[in-house]
């Protein structure tokens, strides 16, 4: 079987969990997180009483905030598995998973009586939901997604020397500042054999990028983005 690399862009915060479920593959893993969560600044933690429900769109956003006791008993919405257990680890005692994602989480909310809810959240987010929920949902900033600014050379010369390199991509966000520190360090579709492995298609800018091929999970959930890069390494490894 030919040899390559499985590239880890996720936060360190992940790492572990990402080693656990790619790590089977065949390819040796290397990290390579291009961006860190810093926090917003100092947060002051609004009255619970304030409010009936939180939302969380990330286990980030589970790590960073921290809740008093009272926060701990109320519902809590959020998307996908992970950060769901994440929540419940964090001590949260009434967690509802409300699908794989932000899309999902929408389709739920509207249908829901959720009441007044905290949405603790990035800087930058995919779907701002206190503006599609105006009066219900208070968003607060509480932090931000640093870009790295440059690719280690431990990646760019062995993509530039012709070895084979697995992307997978969980985020837009982490599809263009890759793409971005890719280009700053010159290599492209051209001189370098990177396919990337998007957990969805939304994962890719209109543009093709710097990736000699793309490919997309079946489902939107990170087993099926494991087993398409499963497949994506079998494939260029014959």
Same mark, same amino acid.
């Given at each position: 079987?030919?040899?390559?690399?499985?590239?880890?862009?996720?936060?360190?915060?992940?790492?572990?969990?990402?080693?656990?479920?790619?790590?089977?593959?065949?390819?040796?893993?290397?990290?390579?997180?291009?961006?860190?969560?810093?926090?917003?600044?100092?947060?002051?933690?609004?009255?619970?009483?304030?409010?009936?429900?939180?939302?969380?769109?990330?286990?980030?956003?589970?790590?960073?905030?921290?809740?008093?006791?009272?926060?701990?008993?109320?519902?809590?919405?959020?998307?996908?598995?992970?950060?769901?257990?994440?929540?419940?680890?964090?001590?949260?005692?009434?967690?509802?998973?409300?699908?794989?994602?932000?899309?999902?989480?929408?389709?739920?909310?509207?249908?829901?009586?959720?009441?007044?809810?905290?949405?603790?959240?990035?800087?930058?987010?995919?779907?701002?939901?206190?503006?599609?929920?105006?009066?219900?949902?208070?968003?607060?900033?509480?932090?931000?997604?640093?870009?790295? *600014? %440059?690719? $280690?050379?431990?990646?760019?010369?062995? &993509?530039? +020397? !012709?070895?084979? /390199?697995?992307?997978?991509?969980?985020?837009?966000?982490?599809?263009?500042?890759?793409?971005?520190?890719?280009?700053?360090?010159?290599?492209?579709?051209?001189?370098?054999?990177?396919?990337?492995?998007?957990?969805?298609?939304?994962?890719?800018?209109?543009?093709?990028?710097?990736?000699?091929?793309?490919?997309? *999970? %079946?489902? $939107?959930?990170?087993?099926?983005?494991? &087993?398409? +890069? !499963?497949?994506? /390494?079998?494939?260029?490894?014959?």
């Amino acid at each position: 079987m030919t040899n390559g690399l499985i590239l880890n862009t996720r936060a360190s915060f992940y790492q572990e969990r990402f080693h656990d479920v790619f790590g089977d593959l065949p390819w040796a893993i290397f990290d390579c997180p291009v961006s860190q969560a810093e926090p917003a600044g100092d947060m002051n933690v609004p009255m619970a009483n304030a409010f009936d429900a939180l939302i969380f769109t990330s286990q980030v956003g589970v790590a960073t905030f921290a809740p008093t006791r009272e926060w701990l008993g109320k519902k809590v919405y959020a998307v996908g598995e992970g950060t769901a257990q994440a929540a419940v680890a964090a001590g949260f005692t009434d967690v509802l998973q409300t699908g794989l994602n932000v899309d999902d989480m929408r389709r739920y909310l509207s249908t829901t009586d959720f009441g007044t809810a905290l949405y603790p959240s990035a800087d930058e987010v995919t779907a701002d939901l206190s503006k599609e929920f105006p009066g219900r949902i208070r968003r607060e900033v509480i932090y931000r997604m640093a870009p790295r *600014a %440059d690719l $280690p050379i431990q990646i760019v010369t062995p &993509a530039l +020397t !012709g070895t084979l /390199i697995v992307v997978p991509l969980f985020s837009r966000r982490a599809a263009d500042t890759l793409a971005g520190i890719m280009s700053k360090a010159g290599i492209t579709a051209n001189n370098a054999k990177v396919t990337a492995v998007g957990i969805s298609a939304n994962v890719f800018a209109p543009d093709s990028g710097p990736w000699k091929q793309t490919a997309v *999970a %079946d489902q $939107p959930t990170l087993e099926s983005l494991v &087993a398409k +890069t !499963g497949e994506v /390494i079998e494939s260029l490894s014959t």
